[in-house]
């Protein structure tokens, strides 16, 4: 099976701009959470989402937008980028929603977003 | 919240000798409590959880976790360290806040220098 897929892998945005990030879950998983990891820092969350409902959502501006679709696939858009957004967003796929907390998330490889 | 804190910036260890990478946490409740690791470049990789039981976890890599409640730490240790064992390693806690679903709020990383 394939892990988790987030493209693109890298990109560089200008400030103001918008952008959309996606991840493919692992065949069978059902729930996506998105985690921004600035330089020197731990994972944040942003959010959640199962069965294509958002079920958590962290402490981020309302520029910070998801969804998911049918397929389970998801995608993080942003509005309005700022020089802060700068980061490596990170996608994590589970089974189920409750297991995943007891059993450890799969996360992708990121995307490496810089904005200039 | 449910936090963790990683009090260390960087270890180093020489290799073939014992390593300690520290944590400690913050909660209300029963911790759920999980070590990652990430390469350059990569996303996180799971390493180890504690939900309930034995307070001596063992994962991935032979890494084990000793939860200790009395000193509020998840410590994270192998008997013989490798050169392969040098990454940025991350301690996290599932938050309990109904907003956020699942979350896993993450310490900010210790940062494992083994040398030959």
């Known amino acids: 099976d394939a892990g988790v897929t987030q493209s693109p892998t890298h990109l560089i945005k200008t400030r103001g701009q918008h952008v959309t990030l996606r991840c493919s879950p692992i065949?069978?998983?059902?729930?996506v959470s998105w985690y921004q990891q600035v330089l020197g820092q731990g994972p944040q969350f942003i959010f959640q989402?199962?069965?294509?409902?958002?079920?958590g959502r962290g402490n981020f501006p309302d520029r910070f937008s998801a969804r998911q679709f049918p397929n389970y696939s998801s995608e993080l858009n942003v509005n309005a980028l700022l020089l802060g957004d700068s980061a490596l967003y990170l996608c994590a796929s589970s089974r189920l929603l409750q297991r995943a907390s007891n059993y450890g998330y799969t996360f992708g490889s990121g995307t490496r977003l810089t904005v200039v | 919240a449910q936090s963790v804190a990683q009090p260390e910036d960087q270890v180093n260890v020489a290799e073939g000798n014992p390593l300690t990478v520290k944590c400690t946490y913050s909660v209300s409740g029963n911790p759920y409590l999980f070590w990652y690791v990430q390469y350059p470049n990569r996303g996180l990789q799971f390493l180890l959880k504690?939900?309930?039981?034995?307070?001596l976890v063992k994962g991935s890599y032979g890494f084990e976790a000793e939860f200790n409640k009395s000193q509020t730490s998840f410590h994270l240790k192998k008997p013989s360290a490798l050169v392969s064992d040098s990454a940025l390693y991350f301690c996290a806690v599932r938050d309990a806040n109904s907003n956020s679903g699942y979350a896993l709020n993450f310490g900010k990383g210790t940062s494992l220098l083994v040398t030959p």
């Open positions: 504690y939900i309930t039981g034995d307070n």
């Open positions: 989402y199962y069965e294509k409902e958002e079920r």
């Open positions: 065949s069978g998983h059902k729930s």
